[in-house]
């Protein structure tokens, strides 16, 4: 085990076990969601993921030590670090925060970096980052990671604001497999459609299993992307939401944001602009992505034993 990890002891014998786990990213709870839902959606999240029959490791670096894991008390740390003293870590500064002892919340990309030091395949996240709208060089490295990191990442797609057609060609040129649970849709968060397909639809995660399986088999060093449609319940129409979207981005570049800003003023924004109820949508389809993820965790433990 890298000597830089910190496993939690449920998730230490998890691993030790041969038994589904299932990580989460932690910028959610740092620079993602107001307090206290951030660490509400966070134990909401971990709950899903125990009651799907899989052990739950959210991501953070705590004082240089990369935790898998976190107990009661570091989420809430994380939770309640001040604004500006919490990195959000991807592999361009994960080694930086490390080695000065920092604290660091870790993005899509940082917490597939983690979960591949620790020999976990699935991780469970809301929707990831891509092509920013009227900036086409303003590219996430969730995506580029997407690329060269074996771990499956299941999401409710890419975040609704960004450039969703360049996103899913940028998920094509890095060889990223998208596949649907359920859904034909490379689903945009918590609306549909996006317009854009997955490369497969696979209604049995015994197949999604099976697929990813296949893959380790091969050796590839590319991740897989497995997208979940949030509950009809709590789905807004795409083309509703994204005059929204459509006003908040000309706000956004009007007052200069951009990079890292853009996804924390963005979810704000769409909260204020649509009311409450996108956050309780956003906080759902977190939980039903952990579901997911940790039921296919189940299937590929089941099938290496």
């Known amino acids: 085990m890298n000597p830089h990890l910190q496993l939690h002891p449920e998730v230490q014998a998890a691993l030790a076990e041969n038994r589904a786990v299932v990580v989460m990213e932690s910028t959610l709870i740092s620079h993602g969601l107001p307090h206290p839902q951030n660490v509400e959606a966070a134990v909401q999240m971990e709950t899903a993921v125990r009651q ?44 930086l925060v490390v080695a000065r002892q920092e604290d660091g919340a870790t993005t899509v990309a940082g917490t597939m970096i983690v ?10 996240t809301g929707g990831i980052g891509g092509v920013h709208r009227h900036h086409p060089f303003d590219v996430s490295s969730d995506l580029t990671e997407l ?32 596949v649907g649970v359920g859904t034909d849709d490379l689903a945009p968060f918590f609306s549909q459609p996006s317009g854009q397909s997955t490369d497969i639809r696979l209604d049995d995660l015994a197949e999604v299993a099976n697929l990813i399986q296949t893959r380790r088999g091969l050796g590839l060093q590319s991740g897989t992307l497995v997208a979940v449609s949030v509950p009809d319940e ?70 290496r034993q």
């Open 147 to 178: 690329g060269r990191t074996p771990v499956t990442v299941v999401s409710s797609g890419a975040k609704p604001f960004l450039d969703l057609p360049a996103t899913g060609e940028v998920l094509e040129t890095q060889g990223v497999l998208t």
């Open 234 to 303: 709590h789905r807004y129409e795409y083309e509703v939401i994204n005059e929204t979207i459509k006003k908040a981005v000309r706000e956004q570049d009007a007052q200069g944001i951009r990079g890292t800003a853009v996804t924390s003023w963005m979810v704000r924004h769409l909260v204020q602009a649509i009311g409450p109820d996108a956050l309780y949508a956003n906080i759902l389809l977190l939980c039903n992505n952990a579901t997911i993820a940790a039921q296919i965790g189940v299937k590929l433990a089941e099938s």
């Open 115 to 124: 979960a591949h030091l620790a020999g976990i395949e699935m991780f469970a």
């Open 52 to 95: 799907a029959g899989a052990t739950p490791a959210t991501v953070a670096i705590i004082q240089g030590k990369i935790c898998v894991g976190l107990s009661e008390d570091q989420l809430e740390y994380v939770a309640t670090r001040p604004a500006g003293t919490i990195y959000r870590c991807n592999r361009r500064n994960l080694p």
